[in-house]
Antibody, heavy 120, light 112 residues
Framework: EVQLVETGGGLIQPGGSLRLSCAAS????????MSWVRQAPGKGLEWVSV???????YYADSVKGRFTISRDNSKNTLYLQMNSLRAEDTAVYYC??????????????WGKGTTVTVSS | QSVLTQPPSVSGAPGQRVTISCTGS?????????VHWYQQLPGTAPKLLIY???NRPSGVPDRFSGSKSGTSASLAISGLQAEDEADYYC????????????FGTGTKVTVL
């Protein structure tokens, strides 16, 4: 069964760091495009970052320079390193597998999410 | 912030047909990029509903259909059922500088 399980969320003070993990099963992370998407309390979905199968990475302007997406092929796991956290980063963070071609990629498998709360 | 605009809410009685619009611009939908739709039931993760403008993944009822024209796209739900009460989001690629993927503002569907 294809599955994604996020861990690593929690309560963190402003300015702190946190690393989220997303363990995949039923498919190979490194062979797919993989994204992080977040949802602030009561708000809509916001794309955060993507790592392509070739290793290229891209970020939303709101997290550029603070967040880093990576993967560990031996563990079949995706990561999101979050530094200099702000209150506005408070959200449920989902990882998702992407399918598609060209620039027409969509997220076909989603994890259940992990909650990050940035507060003093 | 979202660059795809959706109505905040739509409602309908069981059995009726409702449509949700998703309005973009020349840097996303109008540039020819595909539109995809997700359903988010209360308290759960989003689920892929429509991909490539009008394609349904296996297991999605044919009551759900999608279309695209110009700088907009639409999701239609026919034969509305109580279990369709959820939030719906469109998504596309955007060629502007602020990011690769953009989501719509989201639409809450209420079954009366």
């Amino acid at each position: 069964e294809v599955q994604l399980v996020e861990t690593g969320g929690g309560l963190i003070q402003p300015g702190g760091s946190l690393r989220l993990s997303c363990a995949a099963s039923g498919f190979t992370v490194s062979s797919n495009y993989m994204s992080w998407v977040r949802q602030a309390p009561g708000k809509g979905l916001e794309w955060v970052s993507v790592i392509y199968s070739g290793g290229s990475t891209y970020y939303a302007d709101s997290v550029k320079g603070r967040f880093t997406i990576s993967r560990d092929n031996s563990k079949n796991t995706l990561y999101l390193q979050m530094n200099s956290l702000r209150a506005e980063d408070t959200a449920v963070y989902y990882c998702a597998r992407e399918l598609g071609f060209g620039r027409n990629y969509y997220m076909d498998v989603w994890g259940k999410g992990t909650t990050v709360t940035v507060s003093s | 912030q979202s660059v795809l605009t959706q109505p905040p809410s739509v409602s309908g009685a069981p059995g009726q047909r409702v449509t949700i619009s998703c309005t973009g611009s020349s840097s996303n939908i109008g540039a020819g990029y595909d539109v995809h739709w997700y359903q988010q039931l209360p308290g759960t993760a989003p689920k892929l509903l429509i991909y490539g403008n009008s394609n349904r993944p296996s297991g999605v009822p044919d009551r759900f259909s999608g279309s695209k024209s110009g700088t907009s796209a639409s999701l239609a739900i026919s034969g509305l059922q109580a279990e369709d009460e959820a939030d719906y989001y469109c998504q596309s690629y955007d060629s502007s500088l602020s990011g690769l993927y953009v989501f719509g503002t989201g639409t809450k569907v209420t079954v009366l």
